[in-house]
């Protein structure tokens, strides 16, 4: 699974014509139908788990009947704005950590405080439920933690000289690595890079850019929560972005699946990804990559910031109820199912290879609980945000971002270019 291009701003005809699709598709159903919208079936990787939890709630609950609207990861946000607007919202819906403060503000969606006992709330790490709040009130659990770790290829860094069990822990370490890899020959698919970030112009790229201004030492807002690209480390962070481009280190302007599709084929050090790397390597390896301890790729934090803190971004994806569901205490039950069930977490971890819960309990024992490199993941969820930036506008700001980030890498000055771009950002996001 992966992050794609957010929507930033949404006109009216679009959201006319994807409310009276959204109300076509939700129209009369009974009330003991859960109306769900999500991109589960749109990925195969979800696909098998996704199947089995529809089918084993309906079996459970006789007279029940799932209504399951499929649509893709970056139109979703668009068709459940469309569809409240319009009143006729689906039940349930899955959504990206970033979206809830915008869903919030439209009055999208149900706090659930009320419908999960305060006892099953706690067997979740307590940052992954502050990333589903907004005003304090709980609007999602969490269906798929995704905490970015930093994946590398201890082949090729045993190549370049550096202990390949012994990854990279400060950033000036992991920038050493890099261009020691870098140097290396050519292979015979192609030239080796020393690192294969996400520098498309795209709002994420400039997100994925924030846990290396933490581990410069910097943060991403100021002390009154506004965007800061200008304090020293996140000038530091764009700047090593133009060095590590220009030096011909990393792949200029590379869109997500060319990075994986770099990586894959043996040719970067490192790449930084989530828990569903694994499948994705393996596959565009034809199974030559193994990612386990004894492999020949393996996983580890991001460097921690000169305080020794690490500090990781994350792609949760949750479960939420909305604002407009018919029968709450049903969708409730549902969702409670998905991500509490021992017997669906397990179903849906060996379909999808990946993190299948939030809950501790259940990501720490059965076969995920066995899985040494889940484990990795599991172990930093409380060191994880999804939301490192609160504000319904985020990916306007992150696209202004984005902007500067691609002249700086063609040689614009840093710090003339990011505070353009600051200026930019906090107008777009309201933050003046």
Request: charged share 20%.
């Amino acid at each position: 699974m992966t992050l794609h291009r957010r929507v930033i701003a949404f006109t009216t005809g679009v959201m006319a014509i994807g409310a009276i699709a959204m109300s076509a598709a939700f129209a009369q159903s009974p009330s003991q139908t859960i109306r769900v919208m999500g991109w589960w079936s749109t990925l195969g990787v979800f696909k098998g788990g996704w199947e089995y939890t529809m089918k084993e709630f309906e079996r459970q609950n006789p007279g029940v009947r799932i209504d399951y609207t499929a649509t893709a990861y970056d139109q979703t946000l668009n068709q459940v704005m469309a569809s409240t607007l319009a009143n006729n919202a689906p039940d349930m819906i899955q959504v990206s950590a970033v979206w809830f403060e915008q869903l919030r503000t439209a009055n999208a969606l149900e706090p659930l405080e009320r419908y999960i006992p305060a006892e099953e709330l706690k067997l979740f790490p307590p940052q992954l439920l502050e990333d589903a709040k907004v005003g304090g009130a709980l609007y999602g659990l969490p269906q798929a933690p995704g905490p970015i770790m930093m994946i590398y290829n201890k082949e090729l860094l045993q190549e370049a000289g550096l202990n390949p069990n012994e990854p990279p822990k400060t950033w000036d370490a992991l920038t050493d690595a890099i261009r020691r890899v870098c140097a290396l020959p050519a292979r015979a698919n192609g030239k080796v890079y020393g690192v294969a970030l996400r520098t498309e112009r795209n709002p994420l790229s400039a997100m994925w850019a924030i846990p290396m201004i933490w581990s410069i030492g910097g943060n991403i807002t100021d002390s009154a929560g506004r965007v800061d690209v200008t304090n020293a480390a996140a000038v530091a962070a764009f700047r090593w972005y133009h060095d590590v481009t220009r030096s011909g280190c990393n792949p200029e302007g590379a869109t997500v699946p060319e990075g994986r599709t770099i990586f894959g084929q043996g040719r970067a050090g490192f790449i930084f990804e989530g828990p569903w790397s694994r499948g994705i390597f393996q596959q565009i390896s034809g199974g030559r990559l193994k990612m386990a301890p004894d492999g020949n790729v393996w996983v580890a934090p991001m460097p921690a910031g000169p305080d020794g803190r690490v500090r990781l971004l994350a792609n949760h994806n949750y479960i939420t109820m909305t604002r407009q569901a018919r029968n709450k205490e049903l969708t409730a039950k549902l969702i409670r199912f998905m991500v509490s069930d021992p017997k669906v977490a397990e179903e849906v971890y060996k379909a999808s290879d990946m993190l299948s819960t939030g809950r501790l309990d259940l990501l720490k024992s059965g076969p995920q609980g066995d899985d040494q490199y889940g484990q990795v993941f599991v172990r930093y969820l409380n060191d994880t945000t999804a939301v490192p930036i609160r504000n319904a506008r985020w990916a306007a700001g992150m696209d202004a971002i984005s902007a500067s980030m691609q002249r700086i890498m063609q040689g614009a000055e840093p710090n003339a270019e990011l505070a353009l771009a600051q200026r930019e950002a906090r107008r777009l996001m309201g933050m003046q």
